[in-house]
């Protein structure tokens, strides 16, 4: 069931000649997952630093986790109301952005941190889970960018907390 509009996604780049254009402007279908919530990847990219030379779309490939090893993943997650998801972890430093509603992250050690709109939630390679506790939907804008893996006392905290296959999106 959708929860908002499927989000605009505007791409520019350049033509043989150098000026501006717009690639691709189209909306993006934000599709529902087995852990409790819709979304959709925006934009991804295989290396740091990204290259701006060539166009290759990238919604076209199926994004098979929540981060990639090697770049940057934008994805947007709509929350039905009243609904937990799952605690888990992703080997990445990410940038939680709430456009719409009101969400409730929730750490591993009990502390709930209330969002409301416009306010960032950076995550750094945290367990933690999302709760959306009202009657009306949630639209987040997560960045998810490479990172090292924490190290705690020697022990490498890697992605944990959700199968491969209940987070792929997008591509065919």
Known sequence: ?????????????????????????????????????NFAVLYETHKFPASNNEWVDPTTTRTADLSNKDGVVLRVVDFPPNTATIYHRTVSLDFGILHEGEITCH????????????????????????????????????????????????QELGSDGFKREEVESGGK
């Open 1 to 37: 069931m959708k929860l908002f509009p499927d989000p605009r996604r505007i791409v520019t780049g350049h033509d043989d000649k150098g000026r501006s254009i717009v690639v691709a402007d189209s909306t993006i279908s934000c599709e529902p997952t087995p852990i409790k919530c």
């Open 107 to 154: 750490l591993d050690d009990g502390v709930r941190i209330d969002m409301k709109p416009g306010d960032v939630c950076v995550q750094r390679g945290t367990i933690h889970g999302w709760t959306n506790y009202t009657d009306k939907p949630a639209r987040v804008y997560f960045i998810l960018t490479a990172a090292e893996p924490v190290q705690i006392n020697g």
